[in-house]
Each structure stands twice: as structure tokens, then as C-alpha cells.
């Protein structure tokens, strides 16, 4: 088992920056792959990226390749999403997941524990 708190999010203009953070409970946060979904109003929950036990693979929706970077900090049990040039269409709210597999998974379907999900709202 595992609990998941995501913060970070927040109100921000188009081209800024923001860095969520996911903090994990539990003793067994390295062995699990863990991934950034979000979901907009009326849209289905995607994922945004993904992330291996060990960070030696991780995944990204076409739409956030070269601008997001997803790691971790197994020794703190968190983990991290830096966004950068945000645009308008990725306001959402946020969830980070985990999957005790060794697996890249990338829909949410997949996931067993979830946070709370935190907004991310980009002006124009």
C-alpha cells in the first residue's frame, strides 16, 4: 500500500514553469513504476508521463516530449515533474500513480494508487 500527495500546482501564464511534487508514504516507493496523469474538464484521463523503479526509462505523451521531465528520489520517496513552456491546453488537474510492477505503464487503467490531483490552470 501507498499513499500519494501531489502539491506544486498552480495558476501561471503561458511559457512559465512549474515543478509538482509527488510525495509518497511507505517503504516500498523504489520499487514502483510511477507516472503524471491529468485529466481536463470533460476529457478522459491521459497520461503525461512515466517512470520506471530506477529512472533508467521513462515515457512522454507526444504532447509534453521537450518541454516536461519526469524523475525521482527514491531516497526521499518522491517524485517530480518539471514543466516548462506550458501552454494553454495543459490545464488539468495533475495525479501522480504508482504500480508495484517493473513494467512501463502507461494507461490509467493500470494503476493501482492515486493522489488527490492537483490543478494546474495555464493563461494565454
Known amino acids: 500500500q501507498v499513499q500519494l500527495v501531489e502539491s506544486g500546482g498552480g495558476l501561471v501564464q503561458a511559457g512559465d514553469s512549474l515543478r509538482l511534487s509527488c510525495a509518497a508514504s511507505g517503504r516500498t516507493f523504489s520499487s514502483y513504476t510511477m507516472a503524471w496523469f491529468r485529466q481536463a474538464p470533460g476529457k478522459e484521463r491521459d497520461v503525461v508521463a512515466a517512470?520506471?523503479?530506477?529512472?533508467?526509462?521513462?515515457y512522454y505523451a507526444n504532447s509534453v516530449r521537450g518541454r516536461f521531465t519526469i524523475s525521482r528520489d527514491n531516497a526521499e520517496n518522491t517524485l517530480y515533474l518539471q514543466m516548462n513552456s506550458l501552454k494553454p491546453e495543459d490545464t488539468a488537474v495533475y495525479y501522480c500513480a504508482a504500480k508495484a510492477s517493473p513494467l512501463m505503464l502507461t494507461t490509467h487503467r493500470e494503476y493501482d494508487f492515486w493522489g488527490q490531483g492537483t490543478q494546474v490552470t495555464v493563461s494565454s
Open positions: 517512470i520506471s523503479w530506477n529512472a533508467a526509462n521513462r
